[in-house]
């Protein structure tokens, strides 16, 4: 066994390994090699065979390159496609909580009781009525 190991890491010496693009190829080849195997259709079977081999080669080669500079360049774009709509979407809804939060200083939060729409309401006015702005059910809230 430790002969295998030994092996194992000199032929992984100076090269790339695996990485998230490689992850994403070979799952990508799993998924279509499902989808074919569950499709019918005789040229389809085939055509995502031969899809999801490909994925595979290209994981594969992306493993053993040596041109990590290269590797790590394909990553970081596929990163940068990937990432960059998630964390747009994160910081979206950081600031939709952070309006939220400035809102409730000076607001109160009143749902109506018809179409559970909610309606903010300026803080300290007293008892007063409100009316839903979806549906015009007026109803009565503390303020």
Same mark, same amino acid.
């Given at each position: 066994?430790?002969?295998?190991?030994?092996?194992?890491?000199?032929?992984?010496?100076?090269?790339?390994?695996?990485?998230? @693009?490689?992850?994403?190829? /070979?799952?990508?080849?799993? =998924?279509?090699?499902?989808?074919?195997?569950? +499709? %019918?259709?005789?040229? !389809?079977?085939?055509?995502?065979? @031969?899809?999801?081999?490909? /994925?595979?080669?290209?994981? =594969?080669?992306?493993?053993?390159?040596?041109? +990590? %500079?290269?590797?790590? !360049?394909?990553?970081?774009?596929?990163?940068?496609?990937?990432?960059?709509?998630?964390?747009?979407?994160?910081?979206?809804?950081?600031?939709?909580?952070?309006?939220?939060?400035?809102?409730?200083?000076?607001?109160?939060?009143?749902?109506?009781?018809?179409?559970?729409?909610?309606?903010?309401?300026?803080?300290?006015?007293?008892?007063?009525?409100?009316?839903?702005?979806?549906?015009?059910?007026?109803?009565?809230?503390?303020?």
């Amino acid at each position: 066994m430790e002969k295998f190991k030994q092996w194992l890491q000199n032929l992984m010496k100076n090269r790339y390994g695996s990485d998230e @693009l490689t992850f994403v190829l /070979l799952i990508s080849g799993i =998924v279509i090699m499902i989808l074919g195997s569950v +499709i %019918a259709i005789e040229p !389809a079977v085939l055509i995502c065979s @031969l899809v999801s081999i490909v /994925l595979y080669c290209i994981a =594969v080669y992306r493993s053993f390159s040596t041109d +990590i %500079a290269k590797r790590r !360049a394909e990553n970081a774009k596929f990163q940068s496609i990937f990432k960059r709509k998630s964390d747009s979407l994160k910081q979206a809804q950081k600031e939709q909580k952070k309006l939220i939060k400035e809102k409730q200083k000076t607001h109160i939060l009143f749902y109506c009781p018809e179409c559970k729409a909610s309606c903010w309401v300026p803080k300290n006015k007293g008892k007063i009525r409100i009316t839903c702005p979806k549906c015009g059910t007026k109803f009565i809230g503390k303020t």
